[in-house]
């Protein structure tokens, strides 16, 4: 396969000196969603920005469907759609003309029943003639989604599209990113959370001061690096961690009121169960249990306390 969107050794230093990215290399496949995970400043939105044309690369390649983004630009963007971070849209313009507008803006003629079927996909078609002042911020956003589609791009992306958000309009957009999944679209689209990621994505990047550390299909990912820790507060303080409690990697609080036990999700058994039976038979009592999953930012230090990783891209 060779990849709708193909990068190689991609760098930008901006004029300010500061080095946004280094040397990153990556292919996307069509179809697929991937995600790209990073904290501020990582360098997310440059490489998006690059892919799309709206900020100039100093060294590397990328070409979009075989294009090369800087001397076939014209072909390359035809085939990519953006959904930005922020909300612009024209307050008194309705919901169908925003989208139709887009279209020309790409030089494509009008295509109703194209844009009725955007709007109907993003569940806007009942909202076609309203004005967008009008919407909820889902809808906004939503509305912004099918501007991105209006020209039948095959390449969406959707920078940190629930940054902001609450949980409920969360779900709701990932909903709409797996509805447009099943239509075949390929969905590049950056976040800070790793349970976005997770939900969405079929590869995670992960992107720190600008270099790519690696690029994993995210149920490795997360099998690796999304292991979550169940702690055990103990009615009465233990000295040590019995010995029949076995080789479990059990940790006790310096205090002895607590036993951190990590698992993996992912795991027919987690061992959880068993674990909970011994401490009853060794006549532990236990007061409370709670879990935790790894956060990102433990994913970072992980991968950046290690050794830099090949990608796999
Ligand atoms: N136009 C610019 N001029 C100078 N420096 C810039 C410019 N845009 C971004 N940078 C710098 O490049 C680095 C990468 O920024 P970028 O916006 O790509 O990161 P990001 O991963 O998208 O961050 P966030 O999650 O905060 O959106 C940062 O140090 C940023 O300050």
Redesign the pocket.
């Known amino acids: 396969m060779t990849g709708i969107i193909q990068i190689e050794s991609l760098s930008k230093q901006?004029?300010?000196g500061?080095k946004?990215l280094s040397d990153v290399s990556l292919t996307i496949e069509e179809g697929e969603i991937i995600a790209l995970l990073?904290?501020?400043?990582?360098?997310?939105?440059?490489?998006i920005s690059i892919i799309c044309g709206l900020v100039v690369p100093t060294g590397g390649t990328v070409r979009v469907g075989g294009h090369d983004i800087r001397t076939d630009w014209r072909a390359a963007r035809k085939l990519i759609g953006l959904v930005p971070q922020e909300i612009a849209l024209e307050p008194f313009e309705k919901v169908i003309n925003c989208v139709r507008f887009t279209r020309g803006l790409y030089g494509e003629g009008p295509d109703d029943a194209y844009i009725e079927k955007v709007l109907r996909s993003l569940a806007l078609w009942d909202k076609r003639d309203a004005m967008t002042r009008e919407l909820s911020g889902g809808m906004k956003r939503r509305v912004l989604i099918a501007k991105a589609l209006a020209h039948r791009p095959k390449v969406l992306f959707l920078d940190?599209p629930t940054a902001g958000v609450d949980v409920a309009l969360r779900r709701e957009m990932w909903e709409v990113v797996d509805q447009l999944r099943r239509d075949g679209v390929t969905i590049i689209l950056?976040t800070?959370y790793l349970e976005e990621a997770e939900e969405m994505a079929d590869r995670i990047g992960v992107?720190n001061k600008?270099q790519l550390l690696l690029v994993k299909p995210t149920s490795e990912l997360m099998g690796e690096f999304g292991k979550k820790t169940l702690t055990v507060e103990l009615s009465e303080p233990l000295a040590a961690v019995p010995a029949v409690l076995g080789d479990r990697g059990l940790r006790l609080s310096p205090d002895g009121r607590s036993l951190a036990y990590e698992y993996d999700t992912r795991a027919d058994r987690t061992g959880i169960a068993r674990l909970l039976g011994d401490l009853a038979g060794q006549g532990i009592k236990v007061r409370d249990v709670s879990t935790r999953q790894s956060s990102l930012e433990e994913v970072f230090m992980t991968l950046v306390a290690e050794p830099r990783q090949e990608v796999t891209a």
């Open positions: 901006y004029g300010s500061t946004a990073g904290p501020n400043g990582a360098g997310k939105t440059t490489l940190e950056t800070h992107i600008g």
